[in-house]
């Protein structure tokens, strides 16, 4: 190895530290342990003989096509299969508004590539999710926190850091927000909350991120409209995955958006993993 490998590092990998969440993770065989470090659902509940079956069937009928390279916005079915779910529950969306991902933590890396120069403004939600904040931090990005309530984050202190960072010449590259059962506050924005913070969006020009990961983990009480489906301009790019509604290892994550801006995911995803398994 080099002498001093640490002068041979780039800037972004100097300023990316280990992830607090999966450190914690290797205490999980501790005997006796019992962990809440993570959201780990039952192995109880994972549908482990459907699971054989469908990958045999599809083993023996789709093996050439399953194994080998495939586009980098996604299986195309699968595709077809999330906008038509999407759709039946009132979301409007086509094709050219989705892109598979490899889960939702691989969206938040290609986002923040997409649009954080090192010194940028990202503001995000006070707290947040570990594993976003890592992704933004990755690329140097400076986070301003919005204290949140029972109805979510709060519009005024919002607009007034948009106003201080106006005053200043800048303005956030996007807002980072979990509106439904946010992680780890546990919080479900109001509807009334997202429409104002869509207004102070549009305002101030300023793209929402909506991680929507836990959106479908409703047992009671009536389903938000998603800030996606509220918006209607282009301002909101949703992140979806099969992580927490399915299996956390079925690393299967998309994409929903305006196509022009999923087009420029398009070009970091190829640079990054060519497609999803």
């Given at each position: 190895?080099?002498?001093?490998?640490?002068?041979?590092?780039?800037?972004?990998?100097?300023?990316?530290?280990?992830?607090?969440?999966?450190?914690?993770?290797?205490?999980?065989?501790?005997?006796?342990?019992?962990?809440?470090?993570?959201?780990?659902?039952?192995?109880?509940?994972?549908?482990?003989?459907?699971?054989?079956?469908?990958?045999?069937?599809?083993?023996?009928?789709?093996?050439?096509?399953?194994?080998?390279?495939?586009?980098?916005?996604?299986?195309?079915?699968?595709?077809?299969l999330?906008?038509?779910?999407?759709?039946?529950?009132?979301?409007?969306?086509?094709?050219?508004?989705?892109?598979?991902?490899t889960?939702?933590?691989?969206?938040?890396?290609?986002?923040?590539?997409?649009?954080?120069?090192?010194?940028?403004?990202?503001?995000?939600?006070?707290?947040?999710?570990?594993?976003?904040?890592?992704?933004?931090?990755?690329?140097?990005?400076?986070?301003?926190?919005?204290?949140?309530?029972?109805?979510?984050?709060?519009?005024?202190?919002?607009?007034?850091?948009?106003?201080?960072?106006?005053?200043?010449?800048?303005?956030?590259?996007?807002?980072?927000?979990?509106?439904?059962?946010?992680?780890?506050?546990?919080?479900?924005?109001?509807?009334?909350?997202?429409?104002?913070?869509?207004?102070?969006?549009?305002?101030?020009?300023?793209?929402?991120?909506?991680?929507?990961?836990?959106?479908?983990?409703?047992?009671e009480?009536?389903?938000?409209?998603?800030?996606?489906?509220?918006?209607?301009?282009?301002?909101?790019?949703?992140l979806?995955?099969?992580?927490?509604?399915?299996?956390?290892?079925?690393?299967?994550?998309?994409?929903?958006?305006?196509?022009?801006?999923?087009?420029k995911?398009?070009?970091?995803k190829?640079?990054?993993?060519?497609?999803?398994?």
């Amino acid at each position: 190895m080099i002498t001093d490998l640490n002068s041979a590092l780039s800037a972004n990998i100097k300023g990316m530290k280990r992830s607090a969440i999966r450190e914690l993770l290797k205490y999980l065989g501790a005997p006796g342990l019992i962990s809440f470090s993570g959201g780990f659902p039952s192995p109880l509940t994972f549908p482990v003989e459907d699971l054989k079956e469908i990958m045999n069937d599809v083993m023996e009928k789709e093996a050439a096509f399953a194994l080998q390279y495939g586009a980098t916005e996604g299986d195309a079915l699968l595709r077809e299969l999330l906008v038509k779910r999407y759709n039946e529950q009132g979301i409007k969306m086509e094709m050219e508004n989705l892109i598979i991902t490899t889960a939702s933590q691989q969206a938040l890396d290609l986002i923040a590539k997409m649009f954080i120069d090192r010194g940028d403004y990202v503001i995000v939600g006070l707290p947040s999710y570990l594993g976003g904040l890592s992704a933004f931090n990755s690329y140097g990005a400076n986070m301003i926190g919005i204290p949140m309530d029972d109805e979510g984050e709060d519009p005024e202190i919002l607009e007034a850091e948009l106003k201080k960072l106006q005053a200043m010449g800048k303005k956030p590259k996007f807002l980072y927000l979990i509106p439904d059962f946010q992680n780890p506050a546990g919080v479900t924005m109001s509807e009334k909350r997202r429409k104002e913070i869509l207004e102070l969006a549009y305002k101030y020009d300023v793209m929402i991120i909506e991680d929507s990961p836990y959106r479908e983990l409703r047992y009671e009480g009536e389903t938000q409209k998603t800030m996606y489906e509220m918006d209607g301009t282009g301002h909101v790019i949703m992140l979806g995955t099969f992580s927490k509604i399915f299996c956390p290892g079925f690393r299967i994550g998309w994409v929903a958006a305006h196509p022009d801006v999923l087009d420029k995911i398009v070009v970091g995803k190829q640079a990054t993993d060519l497609c999803t398994p």
